[in-house]
């Protein structure tokens, strides 16, 4: 029943949020120079020609009214029409935030297995070569820049050894997409038996997460060893080993106490990743969300980057609603 | 016309790509080579920058567009094809001056069978190939060309422009003289009459189908952002936009079915992933790679380029509405500071001619005799002086992020600009800011890359420097010129019109409205084996030239 | 070391079962209260490194000695270094402390040269500890009966199943209320008594030869802190349990303990049987932390009065106790003072101890 | 009976004896000596940055080329003498403008942090303080967090650029939006910080004692908050420099030909492609040491801060 009241508490502040989120979005997308309606038209139109399509358009009402209408919009579900595409932004946004969520998930699973062994280790070896590289791995992997890295590990792993498909989109250009029903290419592929499509998109998928898994796995690392070694000194495992318990209990235990702060960073990198992995995806010519994103914002094309910002507010929104529910599974104080 | 595909290109696919400056660090050589056919195959895999936003001509120019319709829809003639001079594999239209040939032009009949102009140069009279079929099944007829031309009349996209130079304002200067005749009817002599026919902006759609079509007295534009009704060699079979297009040969086609009778149109935005899916083999043709890769390629096995002389210019417009630049002096003291040599060599990496006119050389009546502009510091520094820039001064040069040519260009002149005290800012702008900042003509310096497509002085000319034109970017104003442009598209007789535009260059190359760089060639790389490559003066490919050799 | 003992009945919870698993535990000697010591603590020195600073001497030549089933009280104020000590006999100095010098033997073994795994399975099962703020002692996320079993499942290698049972006969035996529900509770559900028991029955569980209570029920009630005493000393005497008994209460000592350690900066100061200390202690600060208890107006006017004023640096004076000494006289200046028997039993350190 | 309420003046954990402000200064300065002989790490970072400030500083002095003059007779070379770092598609000494770039990197990421440190600061101390308490500052101070709330759940990067794009490429944008984007990160920890200390005693003595509440931030509320945000600037300058980076990859960042690491790497990325590795190589590598090296040096203000860690460090002068 808490649980129940507690989602609905969070579903209750969304709404003004997500207007709020709207309402900058589209005040800062309209200030940005340059009009669609000459864009589409090309240098060739008239100034007529462009005037009857900015009506057509409705980008000759006042900027309230424009708000207004694309609220109301909204409100049924229709997020307007990419003037890049010419398709409904919904539909583009059905095929690119699944690709975005398919590499930044299995770029977290990396980063995952990478940052909390090495965290835990770290914690555990204190003044060890572990600990060391521990620490060392988790400054220089916030210090990288993921789109530089990128671009060492194509130069590396596709130039010089060509052990790795072509740093190009999600799968190659000669094998059929597999038909549609995660959105994840991985996914469908084993579902729909197509055996080279899964090929095909894991070789894709290799260096981009790769990309993501080493940089990403730094935050990860420092938090996991910074709260274990907190909780490998606090009382209770002190008490623990005054206890006897085994140092793996004592260490088990500790680590199930890490657990939330590392669930929290986790999320938190999640939510940032799907906007924050668009350098990753503009090198690796992913074609995801976050591209087309920022490719609005460089082409005037409102509708993309409102219905990007919705839908990476929305997903945050409910990683962090699933991160709470977790919370509320392992830690029973919040339960009350 | 001008080439609003390069405009295009630079506009939404190149943005794609240059968001990603290169990105993926691709590096040749790595892929494995195509994969032998036993028997070649008849599917043509292209990878372009970007998929054609709308099929419909009238509201879209986008680069996939304009492939497009040079392969869906037929116009009612052409220009007869010759071996190009620069590469061995390549043709071209031939656009010069023919005295020996009718109108002096070297045409040939594609759904019209005969033409005739009259004296005067006020009609034209067109009689149409029978028992041509559109990709519906509906013959063609002389409805269809009046269909066709009444739309431009009354959709106001493009179709305004393609008539005004015309001078056709109302539907009934088009008439219907039979099933199988149709006749233009102009208030003044016309020497663009015929070529506009050509023209690819002007294809012929099947009314029969589009009438069906019509909803909300849009004339189809609805249906035709996503079908095809023409008469051409190829039909939609799916377009995907963001992912590709596939066409297909019509077995049905008057000149019979294309050799190549599958098209599938990639995107691919990052021109580095189209030159590794070229050498890997994947596609026969990659699209608008950047100069320095098209140079990896010359080495590559199984691939091959041709680069031949095109339409296309780049230049820099010199704002003559702005100071300093409404001083004669210094726009062409701004010309003899261009390191033009150097940026041949470097950005085009050899890939491009010097810009020595104002028309592309390549076209008829082109005048080269007023170049004077060949790097010279000292001269431009004595200019700069002598127009009262003793100091020199403060400017602004926009370029745009989308096109990897502009950023080095913009810098080598930076360089040597500094050398006679000119300080220029760059100014890099998004491709939406970009266009913005071109039709506002409020940059004192702004690059600009385009090509007219009518290979016709005239209709150059008029585009870039009559002041009425909306695309004289640069706000040049000389009375004189306007007026010599316009009595020039109302003269019929060659010699005449020779006159006159060749003082037309004259004037224009001595006031220097231009900062002038280069005339880019047109490249096309494709795998060795794939014949047939034809330059058109509108930069778009056809893929029914295209066959598989050995 | 003796060899373990089955079926010893000295129990709560039956142990004949479970000791065979274990056989490598150590020993007990038999239940006589006379015998070999369950814990020797000798000349025991830890410090405390501060950066910047000389390290902090947190206890200087202590010794203690437990004989079994005796409960010893440890009195002292805060900061004189009785945790420390409590950790030390556990090997558990939390840095930046370390123990600088002296030995700990338990049944006469030398626990400093044990190793880790040794002590851990010492720990717990043999040498116990009840800790105060249980609270924060316990998991947070972990129910009350499986931290309770754990315990008894690694050292006496029974299954969960037994384990749990055994932690419901130590609820009982702690006089929890509703026990059941009590194993199925976690840390935060507890009040600070009922936490304390479950404490105390974590340190039982195993029944421990030795256990020491640091500071345990101070932060209690003063009823429930009665109760939780009584409870304390039935099942340690039900045991033949030694036990260490950490307080800064010497009023609990007084009725808790078999005998008093007097704990001032780090060092011993008294060691007295508990009736022959309250019927008089020898050391000047015995006799403050006694007149302070007594609520004898004349006592507590003799005893704390201000120091009188120093002749010399009083603070860096030899006796630690100097500075605040109402007795203070040249000598304490001059010379540390030992640890010296004035009776059978009773050790002092001071010059003029206090005759009567 | 009762405990005896006893307080030993000179306990063994107490610190050892008052210092003057003087001392304080000296044992500080040993302190942080000693850590940094310890921890050669942490040396190292400010060993980076103080040769990156001032590699930046004599710039003119060492650079062997000018930054932003183009040489097409020397364009794409690869590292020789003349040019070790090579150059680039212009023909610019990539060393030169790799010597010159952390004047705008620093500058915009220092600027950048500096401001949104400022305003997250103030206004978060503001929050923080009023929080709770009724009226229309309460009101005032929640709206404040849901704006905080709603800039934070914008995707980062794509706010960046849209600000970028709306104000012009210029350092001030870049500055802009990165001042923008931090903001609610020290708004969020100054809030933190000051909730806990408003519970404080000697916050409610000065309130009771009817002290100003704009003095009882001043004296009390500020200066016992800033350690975790000084911990923060250190850490938060490096991130700023590599989304200054980030926006000038997309495009975004300072204007061509301004010798500025990201633009760099985005603009030697093509060249990569075919095989001259060298123009975006060398700034990622300058890029990456620096960032590394303010890493660093916020871990050990991280670790001077933590009274916890600066007892291990006292227990690691036993074991050294």
Redesign the interface.
């Known amino acids: 029943m808490a649980v129940v009241r507690y989602i609905a508490g969070r579903l209750a502040f969304l709404i003004p949020q997500i207007i709020g989120i709207v309402l900058v979005s589209f005040l800062l997308i309209k200030a940005v120079p340059g009009d669609p309606a000459t864009l589409m038209l090309g240098p060739m139109a008239t100034p007529q020609t462009i005037a009857e399509l900015r009506a057509q358009l409705g980008l000759d009402k006042p900027l309230p009214v424009q708000f207004l209408i694309y609220v109301d919009k909204l409100a049924h579900g229709n997020l307007g029409t990419s003037w890049q595409t010419t398709r409904p932004v919904l539909d583009d946004l059905r095929v690119r935030f699944p690709a975005t969520l398919e590499l930044v998930t299995y770029g977290m699973l990396l980063a995952l297995v990478i940052g909390i062994p090495l965290g835990v280790a770290s914690a555990l070896g204190k003044r060890g070569p572990l600990a060391k590289l521990g620490g060392f791995y988790g400054l220089v992997a916030g210090a990288l820049p993921d789109f530089w890295l990128a671009l060492i590990l194509i130069y590396i792993f596709y130039s010089l050894l060509g052990w790795v498909a072509s740093p190009i989109g999600r799968i190659d250009v000669t094998v059929t997409t597999p038909h549609m029903i995660t959105g994840f290419y991985t996914v469908d592929s084993l579902l729909t038996g197509n055996w080279e499509a899964f090929r095909s998109s894991v070789h894709h998928l290799i260096l981009p997460v790769l990309t993501l898994g080493l940089v990403n796995a730094g935050p990860i690392l420092k938090m996991t060893q910074a709260t274990m070694e907190r909780t490998l000194e606090a009382d209770f495992s002190l008490y623990g080993r005054l206890c006897g318990l085994p140092e793996k209990l004592v260490i088990r235990r500790a680590f199930r106490n890490a657990l939330p702060s590392v669930i929290t960073i986790v999320s938190v990198l999640y939510g940032f990743l799907i906007g924050g992995a668009v350098l990753i995806e503009i090198v690796f010519s992913w074609g995801g969300a976050g591209q087309y994103a920022v490719q609005g914002v460089l082409n005037s094309d409102f509708n993309p980057v409102l219905g990007f910002v919705i839908f990476s507010a929305l997903f945050s929104l409910v990683v962090y609603l699933i991160v709470d529910l977790i919370y509320l599974a392992i830690d029973p104080r919040i339960r009350r | 016309m001008n080439d609003p595909g390069s405009g295009r290109l630079t506009r939404r696919s190149v943005i794609k790509g240059a968001v990603a400056t290169g990105a993926a660090g691709i590096v040749a050589g790595t892929a494995p080579p195509a994969s032998a056919a036993t028997e070649p195959s008849h599917t043509l895999v292209i990878a372009a920058p970007a998929t054609p936003q709308s099929l419909d001509h009238e509201y879209d120019v986008s680069l996939g567009t304009i492939d497009a319709v040079g392969a869906l829809y037929d116009n009612l003639l052409e220009y007869a094809k010759i071996p190009d001079p620069d590469a061995p594999e390549a043709r071209r239209e031939d656009i010069g001056v023919h005295s020996d040939k009718p109108y002096n032009l070297n045409l040939v009949g594609k759904l019209a069978e005969k033409w005739e102009v009259s004296s005067d140069g006020t009609v034209g009279r067109f009689t149409l190939r029978q028992g041509v079929k559109s990709n519906w099944g509906n013959e063609f007829t002389a409805e269809d060309v009046k269909w066709t031309w009444d739309r431009k009349l009354n959709l106001h996209g493009l179709g305004p422009f393609q008539t005004g130079v015309l001078n056709i304002f109302h539907e009934d200067q088009i008439k219907v003289d039979g099933r199988y005749a149709v006749s233009f009817h102009l208030p003044k002599p016309n020497p663009l009459l015929l070529k506009q026919m050509v023209n690819l902006s002007n294809p012929v759609y099947d009314q029969a189908k589009c009438k069906q079509e019509t909803v909300d007295n849009d004339w189809a534009h609805k249906f035709l952002e996503n079908n095809s009704a023409g008469f051409g060699p190829y039909e939609v079979a799916q377009l995907v936009r963001g992912q590709q297009a596939v066409y297909k040969g019509r077995a049905d086609y008057y000149r019979g079915k294309p050799s190549m009778d599958t098209v599938i149109f990639k995107e691919v935005p990052t021109s580095a992933t189209r030159l590794s899916l070229l050498q890997g083999g994947s596609v026969d043709i990659a699209q608008f790679l950047q100069p320095l890769e098209y140079v990896t390629l010359k080495r590559a096995r199984g691939v091959a380029i041709d680069a031949v002389r095109a339409s296309y210019a780049v230049w820099i417009e010199l704002n003559a509405k702005m100071k300093p630049f409404d001083n004669v002096q210094v726009r062409q003291a701004m010309n003899y500071a261009l390191p033009r040599e150097e940026t041949l060599k470097t950005v085009f990496q050899g890939l491009a001619d010097k810009q020595t006119g104002c028309i592309p050389a390549i076209y008829p009546d082109f005048a080269d005799q007023f170049w004077q502009y060949d790097t010279d510091l000292a001269k431009a520094k004595a200019l700069l002086d002598e127009a009262g820039f003793k100091n020199g001064f403060k400017s602004t040069l926009s370029y745009n992020a989308g096109d990897p040519v502009q950023e080095p260009l913009a810098i080598l002149y930076q360089t040597s600009l500094r050398k006679i005290g000119v300080d220029i800012v760059l100014n890099k702008v998004p491709a939406a800011t970009f266009y913005d900042f071109v039709t506002k003509r409020e940059q004192p310096m702004i690059f600009y890359r385009d090509s007219p497509w009518v290979p016709d002085p005239g209709y150059s000319t008029k585009l870039y420097f009559h002041s009425k034109s909306y695309v004289d970017y640069s706000n040049y104003v000389n009375p004189e010129v306007d007026a010599l442009i316009t009595a020039g598209l109302e003269t019929i007789d060659a010699t005449k019109r020779k006159e006159i535009y060749t003082r037309v260059q004259e004037i224009i190359m001595g006031e220097a409205p231009w900062g002038f760089i280069a005339w880019p060639r047109y490249v096309l790389a494709r795998r060795a084996n794939l014949k047939g490559f034809t330059y058109y003066t509108s930069n778009n490919l056809r893929f029914q030239d295209f066959s598989r050799g050995a | 070391m003796t060899e373990a003992m089955p079926g010893e009945p000295r129990s709560l919870v039956t142990r004949a079962s479970i000791r065979q698993g274990n056989p490598g535990s150590v020993g007990r000697a038999s239940a006589a209260s006379e015998g070999p010591a369950v814990i020797e603590v000798r000349d025991l020195e830890v410090a ?7 390290p ?3 206890l200087r030549n202590v010794s203690v000695r437990l004989r079994p089933g005796e409960i010893l009280g440890l009195v002292g ?5 009785k945790t ?1 000590l409590a950790r030390a006999i ?1 090997r ?1 100095v ?3 402390g ?1 123990i600088e010098r002296g030995e700990i033997f338990f049944m006469g073994t030398d626990l400093g040269a044990m190793g ?1 795994a040794e ?7 043999d040498l ?2 009840i ?1 105060a ?1 249980p609270r ?7 129910r009350i009966g499986p931290q309770i079993a ?2 008894a499942e ?2 006496l290698g029974v299954s969960r199943k037994r384990g749990l049972e055994m932690a419901l006969d130590m609820l009982r035996a702690v006089a929890i209320p509703d026990p059941e529900r009590r194993l199925r509770a ?1 840390p ?1 559900e507890l009040s600070g008594g009922m936490a304390q028991r479950i404490v105390i029955a ?2 039982l569980i195993c029944s421990p030869r030795f256990v020491i209570s640091d500071d345990a029920t ?1 932060g209690l009630d ?1 009823t429930v802190q009665a109760q939780v005493l009584d409870l304390l000393r039935k099942l340690v005497r039900e045991q033949n349990t030694s036990m260490l008994y950490i ?6 000592a007084a009725n808790f303990c078999d005998r008093v350690d007097i704990i001032y ?2 060092e011993i100061v008294e060691d007295a049987p508990t009736e022959a200390f309250f019927s008089g202690p020898a050391h000047p600060y015995g006799n403050l ?1 006694f007149a ?2 007594s609520h004898d107006a004349e006592l507590r006017r003799r005893w704390m009065g201000s120091a009188p004023s120093p002749e010399g640096d009083a ?1 860096e004076a030899p006796c630690l106790y100097a500075d605040r000494c109402v007795k203070r006289q040249a000598r304490c200046l001059a010379e540390h003072p030992a640890l010296r028997e004035r009776a059978a039993g009773r050790l002092v350190r001071c010059h003029f101890p206090v005759e009567r | 009976m009762r405990p005896l309420p006893l307080t030993s003046p000179g306990g063994p954990t107490a610190p050892a004896g008052r210092r003057t402000p003087g001392a304080k200064v000296k044992f500080a300065t040993r302190y942080f000596l000693r850590l940094l002989r310890t921890h050669p790490s942490y040396a190292a970072g400010y060993v980076i940055v103080t040769v990156v400030v001032l590699v930046a500083i004599a710039a003119p002095v060492i650079a062997p080329y000018s930054p932003i003059t183009a040489d097409p007779s020397v364009y794409l070379q690869g590292p020789s003498l003349a040019h070790p770092f090579g150059t680039d598609n212009t023909g610019m000494d990539v060393l030169s403008r790799v010597i010159y770039a952390p004047r705008i990197d620093l500058a915009i990421a220092v600027i950048g942090t500096a401001i949104s440190a400022i305003i997250g600061t103030l206004l978060g101390a503001w929050v923080g303080y009023f929080q709770g308490t009724p009226g229309i500052r309460n009101i005032a101070s929640g709206t404040t967090m849901r704006a905080a709330d709603v800039l934070q759940a914008f995707p980062v990067f794509v706010f960046a650029i849209a600000l970028v794009a709306v104000f012009g490429q210029s350092i001030d944008s870049v500055i802009f939006a990165i001042a923008f984007v931090n903001i609610p990160i020290y708004l969020r920890l100054m809030r933190s910080q000051v909730l806990s200390i408003r519970r404080m005693r000697y916050v409610e003595a000065a309130f009771v004692s009817g002290m100003p509440d704009r003095f009882i931030i001043r004296d009390h509320i500020v200066p016992n908050a800033i350690g975790p945000v000084l911990a923060q600037l250190s850490v938060n300058i490096g991130w700023s420099i590599l989304l200054t980076a980030g926006l000038s990859f997309v495009g975004a960042g300072v204007r061509a030909p301004t010798p500025e690491w990201g633009a760099m790497i985005a603009t030697g990325f093509p060249n990569v492609m075919t095989g001259q590795w060298w123009p975006s190589v060398f700034p990622g590598l300058a890029l990456a040491v620096t960032v590394y090296g303010f890493a660093l040096i916020g871990t050990s203000i991280e670790f001077m801060a933590d009274p916890r860690r600066r007892r291990t460090l006292a227990a690691a002068q036993v074991s050294a």
């Open positions: 405390y490194y501060v950066y910047g600073a000389e902090t001497r947190a104020e805060s900061g004189a270094g420390t556990m558990v939390p840095p930046p370390r880790d002590l851990g399975r010492l720990r717990g099962r116990a500890m800790v703020n924060g002692e316990l998991n947070p996320l972990l754990t315990i690694v050292h976690y935060h974590m340190a101070s003063v307080t800064r209460d010497i009023g609990v900066k780090g932390l302070a208890f603070a």
